[in-house]
C-alpha cells in the first residue's frame, strides 16, 4: 500500500499514472487475501489522486465471486470521488499450484457484461 508522502515523492520524481486495482467487491475481499484490508486499498487510490497523479483502477473478475460482486466492485469504483482515468477489468487467468488453479473462467460474455456495465455506470 502506499502512503500520502509516498504517493508525493512519486508525483516529485515525476510519475503521472498510477496503476491499483480493488480485485473485487468489499464483500468477496477477504476470500482473496488476508494480508490487507479493503480500506487500505481506498487509501492507496486517494493518496494517489491527491498527490495529482492519475488513477488507473479496476478489478479481476473469475476469482470465484458472484454478479453482486461484480457489481460491488463497479459501485466502489463508481463512488469515488472521481472515477478512475482507466479501469482495466481483467479476467483470471488460473495458475496451476495457485489457490484459484481450479477456479473455472468466466464466459467472454461475462466478461463483455462487466466491461460494459463499467462504460456505463463511469
Excluded: W
Amino acid at each position: 500500500m502506499l502512503t500520502p508522502d509516498q504517493a508525493k515523492q512519486l508525483r516529485e520524481a515525476g510519475l503521472t499514472a498510477y496503476n491499483h486495482n480493488l480485485d473485487t467487491s468489499p464483500e468477496f475481499y477477504g476470500k482473496i487475501t488476508t494480508t490487507r484490508k479493503y480500506e487500505d486499498r481506498l487509501s492507496t487510490l486517494a493518496a494517489v489522486r491527491d498527490a495529482g497523479i492519475s488513477v488507473c483502477a479496476g478489478g479481476i473478475i473469475g476469482l470465484g465471486e458472484g454478479e453482486q460482486d461484480r457489481v460491488g466492485l463497479l459501485l466502489q469504483l463508481a463512488t469515488l470521488p472521481e472515477h478512475p482515468e482507466s479501469v482495466p477489468i481483467n479476467r483470471l487467468v488460473a495458475v496451476k499450484g495457485t489457490p484459484l488453479q481450479n477456479q473455472a473462467p468466466p464466459s467472454g460474455l461475462d466478461l463483455v457484461r462487466c466491461i460494459a456495465t463499467a462504460r456505463i455506470v463511469m
